[in-house]
């Protein structure tokens, strides 16, 4: 190992838990901030797909996600009439990369996560909200300051650059929430019904229930009421498939939410001297692309690994970018291309799940690995 590091992270999201726990394994000094009062809960669900769980298996996760989580072995593509399009194997994927795909409610993995720091003797700064003042103070008292919070407004990514950097609205909203136990589908399947500008998503998890997303064109209007809009869900999804309508019978209200999805465009850089982003500060893609919480996971990762390599940190964070950015941007027009398809206001006919095969997406997904 170099030198030991004191690093200040301002984010305890995924990216943020990530680094502190892989930084700690590895002797470094993590001082970590959260804005909120607890680990952030927001969101339903995310899927792990086998990038992420080779980082969860170097975080020594592996094994209480997978017991945690549901193993889709498929994920099948409908039209809104309930007509099977197209089928994907995750399980062939998992087999080519060698990992597996975990589905799991947010709040479960981040508590696993923060569970994970406080086994290491971590301990995260609550209700401390970072300021731009804040990050030139923690610049001077820390040797890294790592920004890890978020896509909208990174405070940390603006101290790097001097004009206003904009989240991108794509048009169109996502409905989320959780679902109790489901008889309507097999809990091994990823289900990914779409019709014209509109989608609905359903993913099992291990105990029998789901998370899911129904998500349509619209602009974006934040005034408008949660209720109105769950309104709407049900006006827009009411008549499709079974499992869709099942999922609007049973869902929870209380754990819905919306999200006006926006994500960033590449940036020319991440850091400046001793301060760095990372995660969706750094480079959020769309939800489409099923890879911003995988990218902010492989982030960690390989941060660790180059302060591993060297005691020059400018040296360290100009190959941090170097090897990250091709990765990151590619998932960022990934996202960005399947919205498109989906909810442009002239959807593509034929509305293929992906024409890319097993081993292309397994070479993707576990490109600088291991
Ligand atoms: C609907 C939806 C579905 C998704 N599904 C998937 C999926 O299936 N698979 C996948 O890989 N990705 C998915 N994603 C993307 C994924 O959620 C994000 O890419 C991931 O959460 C990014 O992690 P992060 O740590 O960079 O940011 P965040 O998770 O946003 O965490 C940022 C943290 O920083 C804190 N913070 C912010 N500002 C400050 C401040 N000034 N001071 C202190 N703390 C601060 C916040 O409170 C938060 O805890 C989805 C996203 C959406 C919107």
Redesign the pocket.
Known sequence: MTRTQNIAI???????LALAILATQQGHKVNL????ST??SV???????PN?MFVMQQMGLERELMRMGGSPDMMRQFDQHGSLQTEFDVLAVNSLCGFPSVTILRRELMSAMAGAFERLGGKITFN????AADVMKLGKDFDLVVG????M???VRQTLYAEEITPRYHGFV?V?GVAKPLTAVPDNVIYDFRGQGQRFGIVPVNDGGCYW?GAWNTSADKERPKADLYAELHQRFHDWPEAVKKILLTCDSASVSR?F?HDIDPLPFWHHDNVLI????AH??L?TS???????LEDAWHLTQLLNQTDNLEIALQRFYQQRHIKTSSAQKVGREFATKIFSEQPEPLLPTSNISAVELSRFWMQGLT
Do not use: H, K, M, Y
């Open positions: 301002v984010g305890a999201g995924v990216a943020g901030f959260e804005r909120g680990v952030s969101g339903a669900g995310v899927t792990l797909w992420a401390s909200s970072i300021s890890a919070d978020g896509r407004n990174s405070v996502n989320i997303a999200v999805v990372i995660g969706d500060a959020a893609s939800p099923g890879q911003g919480a995988c990218q902010a």
